[in-house]
């Protein structure tokens, strides 16, 4: 069973720094991009970027560019979220999924993790 | 990037009602358009990829059709757990943009 499974809720202040991470099993990790999705309270989702593990090839959405750092540990199949600066304008759930290349090599996400929720106040 | 907006943003219904929902986009996907539901509190879930491509599990009550800009979701006959929030995802040109979202609630 193919599974994603995200570290807990975190709770920072402005200006700290996280790393959010997301256990993949049940699947061969090497070769399926793994992807983080934002979203805000009561807004649709926000591509924020993926990786591929074979590689560590990293494709990031421009808005997000520059705010975080995707990454993954191939020893142990996880892939990271990480700020060096937190914001209040960060708060928010994230998720990470499995992106699949469909029919015609369409990509969609699959699976998806349970979420981990940020939240970042003074 | 590609913008996408969905309509309408909600509708009521009740079970065994029919419902369409139509994704536009503003530049052409070439079929590169998922689609997927989300519960409060819980995770996407993908219900449709490559316009009408069926996910393996899902109910065949869930259809997808639809080229180029306009696509659509159509649930034929609502049940009880199909009373949540869809969005439409284009995964033709990066960043891979989701729709704002329509939220299907109970008349």
């Known amino acids: 069973e193919v599974q994603l499974v995200q570290s807990g809720a975190e709770v920072k202040k402005p200006g700290e720094s996280l790393t959010i991470s997301c256990k993949t099993a049940g699947y061969d990790f090497y070769i399926y991009w793994v992807g983080w999705v934002r979203q805000l309270p009561g807004r649709g989702p926000e591509w924020m970027g993926v990786?591929?593990?074979?590689?560590?090839?990293?494709i990031y959405n421009p808005s997000f560019q520059g705010q975080v750092t995707i990454s993954f540990d191939r020893s142990t199949g996880t892939a990271y979220l990480q700020w060096s600066s937190l914001r209040a304008s960060d708060s928010a759930m994230y998720y990470c999924?499995?992106?699949?290349?469909?029919?015609?090599?369409?990509?969609?996400?699959?699976?998806w993790g349970q979420g981990t929720l940020v939240t970042v106040s003074s | 990037d590609i913008q996408m907006t969905q309509s309408p943003s909600s509708v009521s219904a009740s079970v065994g009602d029919s419902v369409t929902i139509t994704c536009r986009t503003t530049?052409?996907?070439?079929?590169?358009l998922n689609w997927y539901l989300q519960k409060p509190g819980k995770a996407p879930k993908l219900l449709i990829y490559?316009?009408?491509i069926l996910q393996s599990g899902v109910p065949s009550r869930f259809s997808g059709s639809g080229s180029g800009t306009h696509f659509t979701l159509t649930i034929s006959s609502l049940r009880p757990e199909d009373f949540a929030t869809y969005y439409c995802?284009?995964?033709?040109?990066?960043?891979?943009?989701f729709g704002p979202g329509t939220t299907i609630d109970i008349k």
């Open positions: 530049h052409n996907v070439n079929g590169y």
């Open positions: 999924a499995r992106q699949l290349n469909g029919y015609n090599y369409v990509p969609y996400f699959d699976s």
């Open positions: 990786i591929y593990p074979r590689d560590s090839d990293t």
């Open positions: 995802q284009q995964t033709y040109s990066s960043p891979r943009t």
């Open positions: 490559a316009a009408s």
